[in-house]
């Protein structure tokens, strides 16, 4: 390709992307564009996936039938949005097969929080209200993401994530009406899960490596400190809804910014447990070799049982 | 009269949009299709992207077996949002 039609190709695209329209999957890109992508929608689908595992360990032990089967459905939501979002990837020219295998090799990277443990019940609700409370906040902004197949995959998701967040204030509230050591259990949870919740967003935007050229790309629509903040407000409210204390004594309104302010995140902890030290790094990452393992002899299964088939039809037709 | 095979035609009528099956058409093969689909379907500018698919190739679900196939999720109102008592005035 000559020079002339690489920079046509690049006005176009810049031409789609500052007209705030979708990329699609076969229009030309900028490799590096397309590899950013690749890198965010496939984290993303692994925390979708891994994500299933700290609620999955409290499925057997829910407290009632109406909550197992609403953690199952949560569960189970949590499957599909991970599929979605691996077949965004797969339009960008990636193989499902080394999505996986990074995932399974501990190469690829995905959300930090699932590295946490769910010690109590209480952690159930703690993790609808406060993790997909995150999760919402930064999947609304990413509905208008500008690769189109990313951006309907989160509107889809957002749709049905509405009730994984309002089943866990439930649960948070119900806990909080309760008995001294109900409420205390909530309070503990929160206590436990809020820091980790804010790191979700990523470094604040001064340090953030990916965040700048995402934003010009219009792959990211607002900042990792942006959002956090719109979580922070609202969540803050919530929590005094609840009659439990966020864990944090900096935290105060700020009248003139209209916005809460709060204390320092501790980014040494972050960086630790992307780096593999959080209580549940290794486990994770078993869990879901295990599940690849043992799951093996039911792929099999269908692709033999198809074989037999073809083989069946051919025989009858010849 | 000796029939050419039957196309599925799909149609994205804006980009961001996903492609919408909007009609059908014969045509001896994909490229065939995707002419006579332009020429069909987009006279008006209808759409930005055309996919044809061959019918025989799109495998669907029998209504008859409905009552079975969807029943599963007929009683599982709780992955609806509504079914959850939360205070409307905090619009979680």
Redesign the interface.
């Known amino acids: 390709m000559d020079q002339n039609s690489v920079s046509n190709d690049q006005a176009r695209f810049d031409q789609i992307i500052d007209a705030e329209e979708k990329i699609e999957p076969r229009d030309w890109m900028p490799e590096k564009y397309r590899l950013n992508l690749i890198r965010q929608i496939s984290q993303h689908a692994h925390s979708e996936v891994v994500g299933q595992l700290p609620e999955g360990n409290w499925i057997g032990r829910a407290p009632t039938l109406r909550r197992k089967a609403t953690l199952l459905a949560k569960v189970q939501d949590e499957a599909g949005h991970g599929l979605y979002l691996y077949s965004a990837a797969e339009t960008l020219g990636e193989s499902r097969e080394k999505m996986m295998d990074d995932l399974l090799s501990g190469k690829a990277k995905y959300a930090t929080i699932f590295n946490y443990p769910t010690l109590t019940w209480a952690d159930v609700g703690a993790i609808g209200w406060l993790v997909d409370g995150a999760a919402i906040v930064n999947q609304i902004s990413l509905c208008q993401t500008s690769y189109g197949p990313y951006a309907r995959a989160m509107v889809r998701i957002c749709k049905e994530e509405s009730f994984h967040m309002r089943q866990g204030f439930e649960i948070m509230q119900v806990l909080s009406n309760g008995s001294h050591a109900q409420k205390s259990m909530a309070q503990d949870a929160l206590n436990r899960w809020w820091w980790p919740t804010l790191m979700m967003f990523g470094p604040h935007d001064s340090d953030s490596a990916h965040s700048q050229q995402s934003m010009k790309w219009k792959i990211k629509r607002q900042s990792n400190d942006e959002l956090r903040q719109k979580f922070v407000d609202q969540t803050v409210e919530q929590a005094k809804h609840l009659g439990l204390t966020i864990p944090d004594e900096d935290l105060k309104w700020n009248s003139e910014r209209s916005h809460y302010e709060f204390g320092a995140i501790d980014w040494d902890e972050f960086q630790r447990v992307v780096k593999g030290g959080g209580l549940c790094n290794r486990g994770r990452l078993h869990a879901r070799r295990r599940a690849d393992e043992e799951g093996g002899w039911v792929r099999d299964a269908l692709i033999a049982y198809e074989e037999k088939r073809c083989k069946k039809d051919t025989g009858e037709a010849a | 009269m000796n029939l050419l095979p039957l196309w599925e035609v799909f149609i994205?009528t804006?980009?961001?949009l996903?492609h919408k099956h909007i009609g059908s058409l014969h045509a001896a093969d994909g490229a065939q299709a995707l002419q006579a689909a332009r020429d069909t379907y987009t006279r008006r500018q209808e759409g930005v992207?055309i996919w044809v698919v061959e019918a025989s190739k799109i495998h669907a679900s029998q209504f008859e077996d409905n009552a079975s196939f969807f029943e599963p999720a007929e009683d599982?109102v709780?992955?609806?949002?509504t079914?959850?008592?939360?205070?409307d005035e905090?619009n979680?």
């Open positions: 994205r804006r980009r961001g996903d992207s599982k709780y992955r609806h949002p079914f959850y008592d939360v205070p905090l979680l």
